[in-house]
């Protein structure tokens, strides 16, 4: 299968499979590999290109976290539907005689993945920012060594943040004060390439503060399941209307 093929066949059982938005990047650069924490081999082969998967996230009930007392580690609703599609593709290329294997959710950035393989930019809400669907999704990768081809980057563009009030909506509603706006100089020292996709003017970020307050107040939605914060996503407007829309 040519190049081009290759890459029409895994979007196209991305969509036949319920993802929404999938991209490609090659890993030959450091920062790339640095974002897959050095963790880019194939049993005793580097990967060369990163697959990166998005999810709509249609409905909060989605994001719903389980953790049973029997489990070591808890399970997200949305994301074992998508790592479900991760697992499937990875085999199917595997199959084809290009050794895969899907990303663990916390092995890599996936979200500065998403940025390199065109799907969006990083807001000031730190988070992802698609252009079809704002922050509404949830991400999930693979790791292959077939040909592929890079995703062209059209986000040059893209600036979701630049109509937003001072301070955003999604600053503005943090119960955990866990933002801080910085200085556009200090955001340049601080921003690892390519600029023109993470955005200037961006927001300091805690995670500590973030994930300490979202620890204390679970939203319980049943036995051993709970909903985390999600205000600074609910709070941004891009992509809204176009999840609303759908059928």
């Known amino acids: 299968m040519e190049q081009n093929d290759l890459n029409q066949w895994l979007i196209d059982e991305a969509i036949r499979l ?37 999810m709509v996230l249609e409905d909060p009930i989605q994001d719903c976290w389980t953790q049973s007392p029997l489990w070591l580690k808890g399970k997200n609703f949305i994301d074992e539907t998508i790592a479900r599609v991760a697992t499937i593709l990875a085999f199917n290329l595997s199959k084809q005689g290009f050794p895969s294997r899907t990303l663990a959710y916390d092995s890599a950035y996936l979200k500065n993945l998403a940025v390199y393989a065109g799907l969006g ?5 730190n988070l992802l920012i698609t252009p079809q669907y704002g922050p509404h999704v949830r991400l999930r990768g693979l790791l292959t060594q077939a040909p592929l ?15 937003c009030p001072e301070p955003p909506p999604c600053i503005n509603t943090c119960p955990s004060g866990a933002f801080q706006t910085l200085s556009s100089s200090k955001i340049q020292e601080d921003s690892e390439p390519p600029l023109h996709l993470l955005q200037i003017p961006r927001s300091g970020y805690d995670k500590s503060l973030c994930r300490n307050y979202s620890m204390g107040h679970l939203k319980n939605i049943g036995p051993f399941t709970y909903l985390w914060c999600r205000a600074c996503e609910e709070a941004c407007p891009i992509g809204k209307s176009q999840i609303n829309s759908k059928p």
Do not use: H, M, W
Not at 20 to 44: C, H, R, V, W
Not at 155 to 163: G, K, R, S
């Open 18 to 54: 319920n993802c929404n938005l999938i991209g490609f990047t090659d890993l030959n650069s450091t920062i790339q590999k640095e974002i897959l924490y050095a963790d880019y081999y194939i049993d005793d082969s580097p990967a060369s290109y990163a697959i990166i998967l998005a």
């Open 121 to 125: 930019i990083i807001g000031r809400n």
């Open 149 to 163: 081809t890079s995703s062209e980057s059209v986000l040059e563009q893209f600036n979701p943040c630049a109509e």
